[in-house]
């Protein structure tokens, strides 16, 4: 049942759901998502590890108009999801919090969460945010605010930021904190950070820049074992204070054949571990992503690009090398999506959980699409075909390689394999679309190439399916 604190935050928006009030107004939007999703074998060998499982989502995002140029902006996501706590998944449809389920007459209730409530006091020549803002740079690589129709994940910060606006400069400075442990003074994890953005919608021009250091005391870096072995710390020495600094471009430029965006993100800095040798885990890794456009004037057919990489960790190099994209930025329906293979070969342990909000365990089996671009270099050509004013063809062909394999051999392979992804999009609306995909994975040799079972993991062919509809309002 949902406690006495959200029935009162549900109370006070029914009753604000008047288009008027007084001297302010409400201004209303939000979605709606239901998605199937099958994976044969994401194992790629026995047992096959089968995912089947569908969700349901529903947020809506009320902006109270106080005054002129004055906006309170909120977001309520419904039937959130009981393994990944803060994303917008949404609830896995069967889960029973019922007891017994098997005499259950309903299926139990979940919990309405706020993802976001922030104000923003817009002025003649900037706007002032401050509390928790959804937040994105470039092309969504490092930093994604989760805004697409199928979306799985967000970022947000609590923060207080200005953007200063110049002609089509903009430059933002922010001051937020991830982490506050308590009341007290100390017990945190700090950002500071500054962006400096030109974008030209005539010319489709588009520049940026974004620094972020971040900063935080021992007493609250509470990394599980899993990232700690990942990172090749060790567990039992005590952690030293967190300081890394993310640097982020972006750069794109659009013409009337042709047109490409870059973004290009460096981190580094200490992560506060230590290793077995005493010495701190430093990070030094990155990532580029870009995206190629070739769009035919008068024509059905689309072509599009997607390529880059993200650097690996090497285990005889001190420090962690490792970068890993948003796991929102989607390169294949499999690939780079969902957990695949025996061992962890794109060594993104340090960014997933290795349990549920609930307790527990995730694994390839049982884990939704959380895999995130890593250890790898990709390109991913694709082709659209507009059937009809309503209806879509896309083809895409995913070619990825390690960078680092987990075998250090020479004779260590590091081809991740070919996927075909087809899909089929229906818009019979502008705010509605149902998605239908099949994507066909053949796997290459990297995969047999794992540290358990004397190195000799399989490689078996797999395939996922997936149907999804969103409507927008």
Same mark, same amino acid.
């Given at each position: 049942m949902l406690n006495t604190k959200l029935i009162k935050v549900l109370g006070l928006s029914i009753a604000l759901m008047s288009s008027t009030a007084g001297a302010m107004s409400l201004d209303w939007s939000g979605g709606y998502r239901a998605e199937w999703t099958e994976v044969d074998k994401p194992t790629l060998g026995s047992p096959s590890g089968r995912k089947s499982?569908?969700?349901? #989502?529903?947020?809506?995002s009320p902006k109270i108009i106080a005054a002129d140029g004055i906006n309170i902006n909120?977001? #309520?996501? $419904?039937?959130?999801?009981?393994?990944?706590?803060?994303?917008?998944?949404?609830? $896995?449809?069967?889960?029973?919090?019922?007891?017994?389920?098997?005499?259950?007459?309903?299926?139990?209730?979940?919990?309405v969460r706020v993802s976001q409530l922030y104000l923003t006091v817009n002025q003649e020549y900037g706007a002032l945010m401050v509390g928790r803002v959804p937040w994105e740079f470039g092309i969504g690589m490092t930093y994604n605010a989760g805004k697409g129709a199928f979306d799985h994940w967000y970022d947000t910060r609590d923060m207080i930021a200005y953007k200063i606006v110049v002609g089509d400069w903009f430059v933002?400075?922010?001051?937020?904190?991830?982490?506050?442990?308590d009341f007290g003074q100390g017990n945190t994890i700090s950002t500071l950070g500054v962006q400096l953005q030109y974008e030209n919608a005539e010319n489709k021009s588009l520049i940026g820049v974004m620094m972020e250091t971040k900063k935080g005391a021992n007493t609250v870096l509470d990394y599980t074992t899993s990232q700690m072995n990942a990172y090749g710390a060790n567990p039992a020495a005590a952690k030293n204070s967190l300081n890394e600094t993310t640097t982020s471009f972006v750069l794109g430029r659009g013409f009337d054949s042709f047109g490409f965006k870059v973004e290009a993100s460096f981190l580094q800095g200490e992560t506060g571990l230590v290793d077995i040798y005493g010495s701190d885990v430093r990070l030094s890794g990155y990532g580029i992503a870009a995206e190629l456009y070739f769009p035919q004037a008068q024509s059905k057919w689309d072509w599009k690009v997607k390529l880059g990489m993200a650097t690996g960790d090497d285990p005889s190099s001190t420090g962690f090398g490792g970068f890993a994209f948003d796991k929102n930025y989607d390169v294949g329906i499999l690939l780079f999506n969902h957990r695949l293979g025996g061992a962890d070969f794109l060594q993104t342990d340090t960014v997933k959980q290795s349990t549920g909000s609930n307790g527990s365990a995730l694994s390839v089996g049982n884990s939704a699409d959380d895999e995130s671009v890593s250890n790898a270099v990709y390109l991913a050509p694709s082709v659209n075909y507009t059937w009809t004013d309503k209806l879509d063809f896309r083809n895409t062909i995913v070619w990825a390689q390690l960078l680092n394999t987990q075998k250090n051999s020479v004779d260590a392979k590091k081809d991740l394999g070919l996927e075909w992804d087809i899909e089929l999009v229906y818009k019979p609306h502008e705010r509605i679309q149902w998605v239908n995909q099949i994507g066909l994975? #053949?796997?290459?040799?990297?995969?047999?190439?794992?540290?358990?079972?004397?190195?000799?993991?399989?490689?078996?062919?797999? #395939?996922?399916?997936?149907?999804k509809a969103a409507i927008s309002f």
């Open positions: 499982y569908a969700t349901n #989502f529903l947020y809506l909120t977001r #309520f996501d $419904i039937l959130t999801n009981s393994f990944y706590q803060n994303s917008q998944l949404g609830e $896995i449809w069967g889960l029973n919090n019922n007891s017994p389920v098997v005499t259950a007459q309903n299926q139990g209730s979940s919990a933002m400075p922010m001051l937020g904190r991830q982490q506050s442990q994975l #053949f796997p290459g040799e990297a995969w047999k190439n794992g540290t358990g079972a004397g190195g000799n993991l399989s490689n078996d062919f797999t #395939f996922g399916l997936a149907s």
